[in-house]
């Protein structure tokens, strides 16, 4: 199993932006389908966008539009952009395998809230 840290959150206003990122082991990063999770206050985690090793993306319909997930395969970074920032993106975001194969990290709040 490799490392994944998340990074990047913040408390930001409705209709802001904010980029997330999540920093991976090389054994992880060339090797599996990464995705943005999220848990919210009350809910269950759920994936928010994925994205595999060559570059295709999927998101989860509440994001898609808003959202961008993207990869930086010198730097071994995964970034997701969230553009449209709404109250209900209020959460806790994690970087995880697409399956969620790997130890939760500590994940990075992200509030949107006027």
């Known amino acids: 199993q490799g490392q994944l840290v998340e990074s990047g959150g913040g408390l930001v206003q409705p209709g802001g932006s904010l980029r997330l990122s999540c920093a991976a082991s090389?054994?992880?990063?060339?090797?599996?389908?990464l995705a943005w999770w999220r848990q919210g206050p009350g809910k269950q985690r759920a994936l928010v966008a994925g994205i595999t090793v060559s570059g295709r993306t999927n998101y989860a319909d509440s994001v898609k539009g808003r959202f961008t997930i993207s990869r930086d395969n010198a730097l071994n970074t995964v970034y997701l952009q969230m553009n449209s920032l709404k109250p209900e993106d209020t959460a806790v975001y994690y970087c995880?395998?697409?399956?969620?194969?790997?130890?939760w990290g500590q994940g990075t709040q992200v509030t949107v809230s006027s």
């Open positions: 995880n395998t697409t399956w969620a194969g790997n130890p």
């Open positions: 090389r054994s992880i990063f060339s090797t599996k389908p």
